[in-house]
């Protein structure tokens, strides 16, 4: 039954390839042609390209390993670190080109590793893998996207507006307070899109954690329940995230020239 409501949604055949193809298509030469990159270089065309390729890769092998490591613990944790690891380095890397990018891990554990814990010990996460590394990925996903947007939104604000940090200076303010006073709002904006996804759901979106479950069997008010736990879990480790990156940078810890 799951796999005939499966394959309702989506059907996995030569139609889906060719979609996949012409999507990922549409969207290098829509980047291409407009020139969407910080530089107005086709460069975005290129990375959509390598990305689409990866992700195909990736969710392949990691289809095949899940089936094994859900029943390995030691093996469970070791996908999770990897994920950790995955995640602080394209965050970092996102942020800035110098090796300040590390201090990414620690607005990306620092929500998740308290939350994944207090559900485990609360029973709420079983330590199983068909549990921990969804619900554990989805809150990863969640920090290193906060964290992103909130790097690169406070960096790009001290750059252009590096005159208000050394007036602020000049008036006795500590140089975390002065860039604090400069990168604050413009990291504040990291948290709307997971606002705006949680204001719109069930109104504008199903998303994937509803869908899923309602394929998988469960009632439509459980798969409510759990789609609700993870939206406002994810606002928390959001908040977190944005909080801690603003903290880093406005201690001159993440950044992207030398202090």
């Known amino acids: 039954m799951r796999e005939l409501a499966a394959k309702a949604l989506l059907p996995v055949d030569t139609a889906l390839a060719v979609a996949l193809l012409a999507l990922l298509l549409a969207a290098a030469t829509t980047a291409a042609v407009f020139r969407l990159a910080p ?3 086709r460069g975005r065309a290129r990375e959509i390209l390598v990305a689409g390729v990866r992700a195909a890769a ?6 095949l390993a899940i089936g094994w490591v859900v029943h390995h ?3 469970l944790y070791a996908f999770l670190l990897l994920m950790f690891a995955v995640a602080t380095r394209t965050a970092g890397r996102r942020i800035t080109p110098n090796a300040t990018w590390w201090w990414a891990a620690l607005p990306i554990a620092g929500p998740v590793v308290p939350v994944v814990t207090g559900l485990t010990l609360a029973g709420l996460l079983p330590v199983r893998g068909i549990a921990m590394i969804p619900v554990t990925g989805i809150l990863i996903g969640g920090a290193l996207t ?3 947007l909130a790097g690169r939104r406070a960096l790009d604000e001290l750059h252009t507006r590096y005159g208000e940090f050394e007036a602020g200076l000049a008036l006795g303010l500590p140089a975390r307070e002065a ?3 400069v990168i604050r709002p413009a990291a504040s904006d990291a948290l709307l899109p997971g606002l705006d996804q949680t204001r719109t759901v069930g109104l504008v979106t199903l998303p994937g954690a509803f869908v899923g479950m309602l394929l998988g ?4 008010v459980l798969a409510g329940a759990v789609q609700l736990f993870v939206l406002i879990a994810l606002m928390a480790i959001q908040a977190m995230a944005v909080s801690l990156t603003t903290d880093l ?3 001159g810890l993440l950044h992207r020239t030398e202090q």
């Open 39 to 41: 530089d107005g270089s």
């Open 58 to 63: 990736q969710l392949a092998v990691v289809s």
């Open 73 to 75: 613990t030691a093996a």
């Open 146 to 148: 906060a964290t992103v």
């Open 179 to 181: 860039r604090m006073e």
């Open 217 to 220: 069997g469960a009632s439509p």
């Open 249 to 251: 940078i406005a201690r």
